[in-house]
């Protein structure tokens, strides 16, 4: 798995994963615009989720919590293993959730 990750991720964006994977507690992804934190947030999140943990994700900014929920979204329908599969997704404050 860690191949795929390297694959698609740099060098940040690995240290991040397993930073994350290490702390039970809050893990700050911050930085300028166009740095990758919604990827970077994105790839801790869904692999928290192949591996059955809970996570918490804040945003001040809507825009940011709705493009991080997108790419989720994406990654989950990419590897779904059937049309049963419940999305784990669980957004407040959003309408229509």
Known sequence: MWKCIEDNYNQFQVEAIRQS???AGVTLVQ???GTG???TITAIV???IINQKSVLVLS???EA???VEDK???TINSIRPNEDFQNPILR???SGS
Do not use: Q
């Open 60 to 62: 001040d900014k809507t």
């Open 37 to 39: 934190k919604s990827h």
């Open 21 to 23: 994977r290490k702390r």
């Open 46 to 48: 869904f692999d928290a």
């Open 65 to 67: 919590l709705d493009v």
């Open 92 to 94: 407040l404050g959003k």
């Open 31 to 33: 930085g300028p615009p």
């Open 72 to 74: 989720l979204i994406k």
